[in-house]
């Protein structure tokens, strides 16, 4: 197995952080569509409650993940 370059790897790890992110969004809709279609009786629940703080540590991680998208580093070559 050839060994990459360091800024392959990064880059390699980029787009994994992407796919994450993609994933992790799907969980947040996922939980927006059950906050959004709960019975009535149950929208100021503690179920929402749990629903909603589940919500916002997606978005979160979804900002922070945005973040470390946009970092780019410039890796020093082995000669000169």
């Known amino acids: ?3 990459l370059s360091r800024a392959k790897r990064f880059d390699a790890t980029i787009a994994k952080i992407s ?3 993609s994933e992790i969004e799907e ?3 996922e939980l927006q569509n059950w906050l959004d279609n709960l019975p009535e009786n149950l929208q100021s629940s503690s179920k929402a409650d ?3 703080e ?3 540590n997606l978005e979160e991680i979804i900002s922070s993940l945005d973040e470390a998208k946009n970092v780019s580093v410039e890796f020093p070559g082995m000669f000169g």
């Open 19 to 21: 796919d994450g992110k």
């Open 27 to 29: 969980l947040r809709d």
């Open 54 to 56: 589940a919500i916002d």
């Open 1 to 3: 197995m050839a060994l």
């Open 50 to 52: 749990q629903l909603q």
